[in-house]
Nanobody, 123 residues
């Protein structure tokens, strides 16, 4: 089991950048696929990005491809989401989540979730 804690959210102007972190204190972190999802008020939860346990493969949602980069440092039990060229439509609460299933973009496959961090992009 993992216990995930997100950080790094905040307020940024359109075109700016933020880096989110997702940290775990457990010893099995590298066994899990870690994904980022986001949810804006009144909208469905949206897949953003995911990274395989060994960091060897990454997946991105169409709306962030080319702007966001997911990476991980298993020595630090941390996954990062580098967000560049931010747009107002990126405004949402961002959650990281863990799964044992590689390649899933469906939030139902993710069993452990962090509390979320707010990202607000002003125009």
């Amino acid at each position: 089991q993992v216990q995930l804690v997100e950080s790094g959210g905040g307020l940024v102007q359109a075109g700016g950048s933020l880096r989110l972190s997702c940290a775990d204190s457990g010893r099995t972190f590298s066994s899990y696929v870690i994904a980022w999802f986001r949810q804006a008020p009144g909208k469905e939860r949206e897949f953003v990005a995911a990274i395989k346990g060994d960091g060897g493969r990454t997946y991105y949602g169409d709306s962030v491809k080319g702007r966001f980069t997911v990476s991980r440092d298993n020595a630090q039990n941390t996954v990062y989401l580098q967000m560049n060229s931010l747009k107002p439509e990126d405004t949402a609460v961002y959650h990281c989540a863990a799964s044992s299933v590689e390649g899933s973009r469906n939030y139902r496959w993710y069993s452990s979730w962090g509390q979320g961090t707010q990202v607000t992009v002003s125009s």
